[in-house]
């Protein structure tokens, strides 16, 4: 009401004063999200995909250079390389973890690799120890897309800040959202002072007084209007303090859940890394077709029709899903290299056989791993326990009664 009341629905200036860093509500949530997240640095942004657009050009990525990425994520995860005319280098991922597999990683390192960028898919923070080993070992920065894990734990630090640079979604289907919003975190003064820059018209401000700082150096001040406004900035203060009790909600629904559903044989149940914490942003379960004789897209479409569509979803019908998404090098930017102009740039820059680098069959395990996965967002809170009781006789039922599937 104060944000409404003052009429000020922005406070951001694109010039070097004031208004620079944004309004009073973005610089209070900056602040709060820091503490919260145990981060030197949080830098409110319009999406997480700024804020990955932001990181990487904070990183200081340019044409050619190579940046290892997972093939299982959002797409904003590799295209925010591509933006910057980076390549994006696809690793395979962990069969039990579906993060990025360290040893896979390693196998793409090359002389032009300059950043990692790891997913913590579906809230299960990514191999930290591995992975940051060998960026250390490298000297290459870790980008860790946290969209998915908010309040996810591992080694006892928060998922966000696993990296160099951390990036959050405060999008509609998040955890706790925005509409709309991003913020990136870090430690670093510069990667943080680069990533403000990106924020607010780098170009424009460019010279002068950010010209003289020094450490400021002035490659990738393309800038972009990734400011988040005074309202967005003022729910997500608000959100942020519900986060621990809906995360922690959720996961003890997942509980709930998987007791009910290891009676299903056809069905896996995630595994949790060994130190982690899960935040489910999904739940994913690995179905067996040889066990059930059916189909994985016929089981889910009988498991939808037993279930109600969740209030305000009513749209999207039961929140259950057969599979998530493709891999991201079978995307037709990648194949058909048509992401900026005709000339196939910025993969006209690498010295690789680009055709090779994104090809069907490229990261075995992600594609067998995205043929059996099924996801669904079924114990998000509200769930009540009826309506977790309603979906685990929903899986037992089908499979119970599987055979007048089988035709
Ligand atoms: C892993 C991951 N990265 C990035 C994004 C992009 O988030 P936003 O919609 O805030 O740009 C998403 C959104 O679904 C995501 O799941």
């Known amino acids: 009401m104060a944000v ?61 250079d190579e940046v290892i990425v997972t093939p299982i994520s959002m797409s904003a995860t590799a295209t925010a390389i591509v933006v910057w005319g980076g390549i994006p280098v696809f690793a395979d991922i962990e069969p039990e973890y579906f993060c990025l597999d360290p040893e896979s990683v390693r196998r793409a390192i090359t ?14 923070p990514y191999d930290r120890v591995g992975i940051n080993a060998i960026a250390a070992e490298h000297g290459l920065l870790v980008i860790e897309d946290n969209a998915q894990g908010p309040g996810a734990v591992l080694d006892e630090r928060l998922a966000g800040t696993l990296g160099d640079i951390g990036i959050f979604s405060l999008n ?48 990738n001040m393309v800038g972009f209007n990734f400011r988040l406004g005074e309202m967005e900035a003022a729910i997500a203060r608000s959100q942020l303090t519900r986060l621990d009790g809906l995360v922690g909600r959720g996961v003890s629904n997942v509980r709930y859940l998987e007791a009910g559903l290891s009676e299903v044989p056809c069905l896996t149940m995630p595994k949790l890394r060994p130190g982690a914490s899960h935040s489910y942003y999904l739940h994913s379960m690995l179905f067996d077709e040889s066990v059930a ?6 089981y889910v479409e009988a498991v939808a029709a037993e279930l109600a569509v969740t209030e305000g979803r009513e749209s999207d019908g039961p929140l259950v899903f057969a599979g998530y998404g493709v891999p991201l090098y079978t995307l037709p930017m990648y194949s058909k290299k048509i992401a ?57 039922k089908v499979w119970e009664n599987r055979s007048e599937l089988m035709n």
């Not at 925005?178 to 990136?184: D, L």
């Not at 670093?188 to 403000?196: G, N």
């Not at 395990?365 to 685990?392: G, T």
Request: charged share 25%; glycine share 12%.
């Open 172 to 219: 509609y289907h998040k955890h706790i959202h925005t509409g709309e919003g991003g913020i990136a975190c870090t430690d670093d003064d510069r990667l943080a002072d680069r990533m403000r820059m990106i924020r607010n018209h780098a170009e424009a401000v460019a010279g002068g007084r950010i010209a003289d700082e020094p450490d400021m150096d002035l490659v």
């Open 293 to 298: 004789g059916i189909p994985r897209e016929t």
């Open 340 to 396: 900026f102009g005709s000339g196939g740039y910025p993969f006209s820059r690498s010295d690789r056989a680009t055709d090779e680098m994104y090809r069907p069959g490229l990261c075995p395990v992600a594609e067998d791993v995205l043929d059996r996965i099924i996801v669904h967002e079924l114990f998000r809170p509200p769930a009540s326990q009826d309506d977790l009781d309603d979906v685990i006789e929903a899986f037992t």
């Open 4 to 64: 409404l009341e003052s009429g000020r629905l922005s406070g951001f200036y694109g010039s070097y004063d004031e208004g620079f860093l944004g309004g009073e509500q973005v610089r209070h949530l900056e602040d709060e999200w820091a503490v919260h997240f145990g981060s030197d640095n949080a830098v409110a942004v319009n999406s997480a995909t700024s804020g990955l657009i932001a990181a990487v050009g904070a990183a200081g990525i340019g044409p050619g």
């Open 111 to 124: 002389p032009r690799t300059r950043a990692i960028v790891v997913t913590d898919l579906f809230g299960l």
